[in-house]
């Protein structure tokens, strides 16, 4: 009895050991590796979130910021920044844009107000409007296949971004260029950016205006820069950009660029010429826009002829590609 008492305590011993042996070699790296693993899922997940999917975006005219798919946020870019009845090839290359837009901001660019990552003003991010705005705007019996096509312009091509040497490209877009896209070392970057220099617009039409200012409109504009202007100032275009827009000014002894001109005083482009008659100054200007990166009429022109929006996107970001899902 007494040594059967004892055997089992041997047995019961070898049991003990054996449990803690397992669990000190199998059970307990299994608990340790299995909530490292779900550290890292998380943290992909948290990425993914950011720049994968969702995104806050400012309505300036409610001053609220709302939660919304990134996907979702293309579309209605789309319906602010594109007519719908431009080819579908267009509308591919104005997602790929606007998306590419999209993410190279939220990377780079400060954050709006309330933590917002875009807004809806097209001064300072791009359009964006809703669908119920699309389809009330639209009204008419064709507006579900309006829809559908600008839906598949962004589904076809999800997940779709422009890349210079595997990064994010700053993709700049504009209405019309009037004849060539401008380098953008005349504007903003004040250097070159090698994916944005001047190339053919590929427009069919240029879009022209006249814009018209009493010299006493036209002194209320430039007021903040040229304090003296006056019936007798003499305004002289000093030079133009390599695209044939005009690049400074010189307005009664001030030397401004023509493209703070252009903000002052609201006119379509750089591109213009300047006629004084009597106490009317006139503005004639081609193109529509700052002219920098895609012609959007020109990515309408080019998908007529017969161009899909990868050959598109390559005209008018010199040496890109276009990669899926690399953010
Ligand atoms: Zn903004």
Redesign the pocket.
Known sequence: MEYKYIKNIKIWYAIILFLLYMLICFIMPTIINGEFNNKNTDVKNENELVFNNKIKL?LKESNTVVEIDLEDYIKGVLIGEMPVTYEIEALKAQAVVARTYTLF?IRNATK?EFD?D????IN??QAYKTKEYALASWDDSGENEKWAKLESAVTSTSGETITYNGELINAFFHANSGGKTENIKYLWSKAEVPYLISVDGKEKEFRQETKTFSKEEFKNLINSLVHNYNNNSTITILDYTESGRVNTLNIDGIIIEASTLRNLTGIKSTNFKIEESGDAILFHTVGYGHGVGMSQDGANQMALEGNDYISIIKHYYTGVEVQKNIY
């Open positions: 400012l901001k709006h917002a875009m807004c809806d003003d300072c991010c």
